[in-house]
């Protein structure tokens, strides 16, 4: 019996925030939108800068105050997580017509298992190019995606030929594509890694190739240089499996480049909560249990979990509890590659909920947010945005 030949899609939408507001404002369109803050607000970070910005060096975790330096005629807006989360579940129900296995990644990113669809829509590629089309026509935005037989080659590959690329690795070629692939461009190597490996003499994944292991771990540390030895070798260095014995839903982000900033990770965090709990009010869902997880520049990986006594019921008891659990855990002298968040346990309906103060008032809140939801849904030009109240600096 041959061996089943497996096929991933990671589809990864365009500069997602940026692209939305320039959806919903054609006046936006060709211009260098950034999403995060205003100039004048206090310690506000990048979240999405539009490919026109990009062109000006901007990008995601950077400071407003640079990024308005870089680019002082740029388009800046706060961000609109219920608008992009409204537009991602879009998405995702469109990717969940091609394949029942859709692993979301974050609010703008996924997995899609295509393996074995081939009698229903064709070879894989094609049905990469229908799933482009069918997005675009239904939501106006564009999505790149990468074809691979592993996960890991997958999300190199969609990121490519962007925006609104694809690109296919064939099997059996992978070795090939990682030994041309610029090391800035290989996932899980961050700033501070790179600028280890040039200092070191090592400017590209030939001569990470090159080494032997016992070489790569000496320079660079047991787990990175066993991930460095394999990665350019075509094995397979993140599963990014989100298997577990009781229902989760998580999200993630992967910087551009190494984060040290604490409040440029608590922006990051708020928008993966916003994600992840309107997945979890759609799916009508309770959970109790809140985790957090930190990659760090050397490819470590640590996590952090808190079980609370009755289930939260809004976006502000989640990310406060996710936020106070990012202090907990959070090494601030070293970098930041991955930061994820998720609410384990999910139940479908609830049981043994402890009466708690300000219960009531909470699932007013709730409410409110679900009619919120409803009210986008139904009517996509109405615009509601929940406002984040900075901290008074000390």
Not at 105 to 124: C, H, Q, Y
């Amino acid at each position: 019996m041959s061996e089943i030949q497996h096929w991933y899609l990671h589809a990864d939408l365009d500069a997602f925030f940026a692209s939305v507001e320039q959806l919903d404002h054609p006046e936006y369109k060709g211009k260098p939108v950034i999403v995060g803050g205003l100039p004048g607000d206090k310690r506000s970070v990048v979240s999405t800068a539009s490919y026109e910005a990009r062109v000006f060096g901007v990008h995601s975790a950077m400071p407003t105050y640079q990024a308005y330096k870089l680019c002082p005629q740029g388009i800046f807006v706060h961000g609109r997580m219920q608008r992009y989360a409204e537009l991602s579940y879009q998405i995702m129900s469109i990717f969940k017509e091609y394949s029942p296995d859709v692993e979301q990644m974050s609010i703008d990113e996924a997995f899609i298992d295509i393996t074995g669809t081939e009698k229903l829509f064709g070879p894989p590629e094609e049905t990469a190019m229908r799933i482009k089309q069918q997005v675009k026509q239904m939501t106006g935005l564009t999505v790149s995606i990468g074809l691979a037989a592993t996960k890991y080659h997958a999300k190199l590959a969609s990121d490519m030929k962007k925006p609104d690329g694809f690109y296919f690795i064939p099997p059996g070629t992978e070795q090939a594509f990682m030994l041309q692939l610029p090391l800035k461009k290989v996932f899980g190597i961050g700033t501070k890694t790179l600028e280890n490996l040039n200092y070191h003499g090592i400017h590209t994944t030939r001569d990470v190739y090159e080494k032997s292991l016992d070489t790569l771990q000496f320079l660079f540390g047991r787990n990175t240089g066993q991930f460095l030895y394999n990665t350019v070798r075509a094995l397979e260095t993140e599963t990014f499996s989100r298997e577990s014995k009781t229902h989760s839903l998580s999200a993630e982000t992967t910087f551009p480049c190494d984060v040290y900033d604490v409040y440029s990770l608590e922006t990051a965090l708020l928008d993966l909560c916003h994600g992840v709990f309107f997945r979890l009010l759609r799916e009508n869902g309770f959970s109790k249990t809140v985790m957090v997880k930190i990659r760090y520049e050397d490819f470590t990986t640590v996590s952090i979990q808190e079980k609370t006594s009755s289930n939260i019921l809004i976006i502000d008891t989640f990310y406060e509890i996710a936020k106070r659990l990012l202090e907990k855990k959070y090494d601030v002298k070293r970098g930041v590659r991955l930061l994820g968040v998720g609410l384990e346990n999910i139940l479908h309906e609830e049981k043994d909920v402890q009466q708690e103060l300000f219960e009531d008032e909470n699932k007013k809140k709730q409410a409110v947010e679900k009619a919120i939801l409803s009210l986008e849904k139904k009517h996509p030009d109405i615009k509601i945005k929940k406002a984040r109240l900075f901290e008074k600096q000390k």
